[in-house]
């Protein structure tokens, strides 16, 4: 098992920058792919970011391509999202993902572990 914990979020005003954090306890954490989710009131939680075991490869949502960047630290058991060029449509709450079963297992949100999230607003 893995125990995600988020921090990093804020009010920012469009255009800003934010970093959001991911800490995991547990063993072998370079053994999940990692990811990074977010869900806005009355919507469904959708995917933003992942990343492989070895932070070799990394993907992205289509609307943050470009915008945020995805990394991972195995050394230091952390994953974590910079967030430029921010849109109000970029507010949610922010959650970190774990998954043992791979990048689709992950993005389908099959049996991953899950932090408490962080929220991020963004004023207009």
């Known amino acids: 098992q893995v125990q995600l914990v988020e921090s990093g979020g804020g009010l920012v005003q469009a255009g800003d920058s934010l970093t959001l954090s991911c800490a995991a306890s547990?063993?072998?954490?370079?053994?999940?792919?990692m990811g990074w989710f977010r869900q806005a009131p009355g919507k469904e939680r959708e995917f933003v970011a992942a990343?492989?075991?070895?932070?070799?490869?990394?993907y992205y949502e289509d609307s943050v391509k470009g915008r945020f960047t995805i990394s991972r630290n195995n050394a230091k058991n952390t994953v974590s999202l910079q967030m430029n060029s921010l849109r109000p449509e970029d507010t949610a709450v922010y959650y970190c993902g774990a998954s043992a079963s791979g990048i689709t297992a992950l993005r389908n949100t099959n049996g991953n572990y899950w932090g408490q999230g962080t929220q991020v607003t963004v004023s207009s």
């Open positions: 547990g063993e072998f954490f370079g053994s999940y792919v």
């Open positions: 990343i492989s075991r070895g932070g070799g490869t990394t």
